[in-house]
């Protein structure tokens, strides 16, 4: 079954940069757009950035924009999100998630737990 | 940006009744929107796909509607595992925007 797990996350003060990673399993990786989604604490569900299937596209929030880097390694079944000058306002629940696909693309249909990025 | 409203923000309702959620869009979306569901503690689970399409899984009493700029979810009949907080999504227009949620809880 579909698995993406994130890591990276943690506590990092205003200013400075982290770097999330989801690694995927149980659908080829290399046929899908992955996206970051996050969620403040208590607050609804904001999507960041959305890399393409081949690496060729990328999109982003206009709140990330410039500050954020989504990437991906088809070697590795892995997406990233490098986050440079973080400020409060980036606390959230990182969530990867996997592009629905084939004809219904920029929809979600799977789900990491999240990983959690303290901005303080 | 496409803004989606949602509305209420708060919807109280026993078991076994019929809930209709509300989205909105600042404008129209075509038949590109979407809704989720997410439990406390859970990760946001994906009901609906292009108004009207359920995911695989998705129980018959979960229904979309709608088109342009007003959406509906109806759920015929309320279960206990239903009362969960309800986003919509869109993918219309870059960049993609969720709605501010609908919370379903107990009466």
């Known amino acids: 079954q579909v698995q993406l797990v994130e890591s990276g996350g943690g506590v990092v003060q205003p200013g400075r940069s982290l770097r999330l990673s989801c690694t995927a399993s149980g659908f080829t990786f290399s046929n899908y757009g992955m996206h970051w989604v996050r969620q403040a604490p208590g607050k609804g569900l904001e999507w960041v950035a959305i890399i393409s299937y081949d690496g060729t596209s990328r999109y982003y929030a206009d709140s990330v924009k410039g500050r954020f880097t989504i990437s991906r390694d088809s070697s590795k079944n892995t997406v990233y999100l490098q986050m440079d000058s973080l400020g409060g306002e980036d606390t959230a629940l990182y969530y990867c998630?996997?592009?629905f696909g084939s004809g219904r693309s920029n929809y979600f249909d799977h789900w990491g737990q999240g990983t959690l990025v303290t901005v303080s | 940006e496409i803004v989606l409203t949602q509305s209420p923000a708060t919807l109280s309702l026993s078991p076994g009744e019929r809930a209709t959620l509300s989205c909105r869009a600042s404008?129209?979306?075509?038949?590109?929107l979407a809704w989720y569901q997410q439990k406390p503690g859970q990760t946001p689970r994906l009901l609906i796909y292009d108004v009207s399409n359920r995911a695989t899984g998705i129980p018959a009493r979960f229904s979309g509607s709608g088109s342009g700029t007003d959406f509906t979810l109806t759920i015929s009949s309320l279960e206990p595992e239903d009362f969960a907080v309800y986003y919509c999504q869109q993918r219309s227009n870059w960049p993609l925007t969720f709605g501010g949620g609908t919370k379903v809880e107990i009466k």
């Open positions: 404008q129209t979306v075509s038949n590109y």
């Open positions: 998630a996997k592009d």
